[in-house]
């Protein structure tokens, strides 16, 4: 089980607002031999932001193991062009479906959290998972949703448009 955590911040004095990322780095394997260690946290720096995971951390396809953890950092590098969290999310979905087997993104758990702030200080919140609201693996596919500025924003006294509010 992970422990992801994802705080948008109020106004830090002499700050301003910020992402806050926290993550364990426990790994469950498959076959229940002894845990391993992975970080789950990966820098975006060219689009200030972050992403970690939570859910299915690696699969076997023949001899070969495939980590979401490499494969997260190898999307992060390769989209190094992208402008836009939207965009990002909505790639990283895309290449999630290709990535994992679909038997997988049917029957185990997985997500991504991705948080940043735009440049115009805006803070933004993308969720990309294979999971519905309940935590079951139901999608049988990766989507990406916005969750903060369309939805929890105002609930923080922030009117998700204007950064000054």
Request: aromatic content about 10%; some cysteine.
């Amino acid at each position: 089980m992970t422990l992801l955590y994802t705080e948008i911040s109020q106004d830090l004095p002499g700050h301003g607002r910020c992402v806050l990322f926290a993550a364990d780095r426990r790994i469950t394997t498959p076959a229940g031999g002894p845990p391993r260690h992975y970080k789950k946290l990966v820098d975006i720096p060219y689009l200030n932001a972050a992403l970690g995971f939570f859910g299915l951390a690696e699969f076997r396809r023949s001899q070969t193991v495939f980590r979401m953890s490499d494969h997260l950092r190898e999307f992060v590098r390769a989209q190094a062009g992208t402008t836009s969290l939207a965009l990002f999310a909505e790639r990283l979905a895309t290449s999630l479906n290709s990535f994992v087997p679909s038997s997988l993104r049917r029957s185990e758990r997985s997500g991504i959290h991705i948080a940043g702030m735009t440049g115009d200080s805006l803070p933004q919140f993308w969720f990309v998972r294979n999971v519905d609201d309940t935590g079951q693996p139901t999608l049988g596919k990766y989507e990406a949703d916005e969750q903060y500025l369309s939805r929890d924003a105002r609930n923080d006294g922030f009117d998700g448009k204007d950064a000054a509010t």
